[in-house]
């Protein structure tokens, strides 16, 4: 069964290379569609035999819908240029274990690493995520920030995705930051409104989630950190969505 890898980029270069030759295990085609780079994103995934469409960055969900029939199997692995699978997801792909049920997508679960480090506490796993998905019958929603797999009969696997995603705090924090950005202007755009209990509430629930229940609380200063990190940008989402409310009302 052949499959099409599936990736959307923007200044990538220190990991497209990467990420090609690995897709290129289980894939028999790698199609990158690319926000127009500055660095050498387009021309190292080339030189690797990826398949390059540039567009305008759309949004999570809207940009990865961009790239769906430029694929030309049904099955598609739907990968970021820091996500690389896994043994164990491997196997479960090459073995076409997939075609054994009527499932039309399925959920890893997510390694998040902090740099070389292990995060698997305070929410951060199994961070369960759609990336391998049918086609025909399943498609990305429209959703600007965490968009998702909008299928008929997903399925929830044991596998596993390893994701480079930041090598500090800093990264985690402007990364967080520029989706909260996003998050409150789809929730604005949704006609989503609150009131000032609603950050306060969120954010307190997020903390007490991930420090309690996400066993952050057994993971010493990680622990509490990352739990603040969750528990901070849950809050500032919704102070960011009162801001727009209030930017909107100004305007009338």
């Not at 897709?23 to 028999?28: D, R």
């Not at 997939?98 to 039309?104: E, R, V, Y």
């Not at 528990?231 to 727009?244: A, M, P, T």
């Amino acid at each position: 069964m052949a499959i099409s890898g599936l990736v959307i980029t923007y200044n990538e270069e220190k990991n497209i290379e990467k990420c090609v030759e690995a897709m290129f295990k289980v894939c028999s085609e790698v199609v990158i569609v690319d926000s127009f780079s500055t660095d050498n994103t387009v021309e190292i995934a080339k030189s690797k035999g990826a398949k390059v469409y540039s567009q305008k960055f759309l949004g999570d969900g809207p940009q990865r819908a961009f790239g769906v029939p430029f694929c030309k199997n049904d099955w598609i692995l739907n990968l970021d240029a820091d996500e690389f699978l896994d043994t164990d997801a491997e196997e479960f792909i090459l073995s076409e274990t997939f075609l054994k049920n009527n499932s039309d997508a399925f959920y890893f679960r997510f390694k998040n690493f902090l740099g070389e480090k292990l995060i698997n506490f305070s929410g951060w796993y199994p961070d369960n995520k759609i990336r391998f998905f049918n086609k025909l019958t399943a498609h990305p929603s429209a959703d600007s920030v965490h968009q998702k797999i909008i299928s008929k009969n997903p399925q929830k696997i044991n596998v596993h995705i390893l994701h480079y995603g930041s090598n500090s705090f800093h990264q985690i924090i402007a990364k967080k930051n520029q989706y909260s950005d996003w998050h409150a202007k789809q929730l604005f755009d949704s006609g989503k409104r609150v009131n000032c209990f609603k950050p306060v509430l969120n954010g307190m629930v997020s903390f007490v989630r991930c420090y309690f229940f996400k066993k952050g609380i057994l993971n010493g200063l990680d622990g509490l950190t990352f739990a603040i990190i969750q528990g901070f940008f849950s809050y500032i989402k919704y102070v960011k969505l009162i801001q727009l409310q209030v930017e909107a009302n100004q305007k009338k």
